[in-house]
């Protein structure tokens, strides 16, 4: 089992950046790829990102590409997600996941889900 709690969300302005950190327990956490979800009201999840296990490779959605950086410190089993430019658009509760996968895309390569975090951009 794995036990994932983001942090970090909360209400900002069009324009401001704002970092998501996810911290994982239950499983050691450089065997695990790990990504970022995104859910807006009415919304199904959508993919974010992706960052392999030892951090070799990353992969965006092309909605937040060159704005959002995932990165991991297996060091400290924490993932964290940097949102810049943030906008209106990007309002919704994120969730970070782990995936026994090397570089899964798709939600349901995701085995370990978090809570989620509300991320909310005012214009």
């Known amino acids: 089992q794995v036990q994932l709690v983001e942090s970090g969300g909360g209400l900002v302005q069009a324009g401001d950046s704002l970092r998501l950190s996810c911290a994982a327990s239950?499983?050691?956490?450089?065997?695990?790829?790990m990504g970022w979800f995104q859910q807006a009201p009415g919304m199904d999840r959508e993919f974010v990102a992706v960052i392999s296990r030892s951090a070799g490779n990353t992969y965006y959605a092309d909605s937040v590409k060159g704005r959002f950086i995932i990165s991991r410190d297996n060091a400290k089993n924490t993932v964290y997600l940097q949102m810049n430019s943030l906008q209106p658009e990007d309002t919704a509760v994120y969730f970070c996941?782990?995936?026994?996968?090397?570089?899964?895309?798709?939600?349901?390569?995701?085995?370990?889900w978090g809570q989620g975090t509300q991320v909310t951009v005012s214009s």
């Open positions: 996941a782990a995936s026994t996968y090397a570089f899964p895309g798709n939600s349901r390569s995701y085995d370990y």
């Open positions: 239950g499983r050691t956490f450089r065997s695990l790829a």
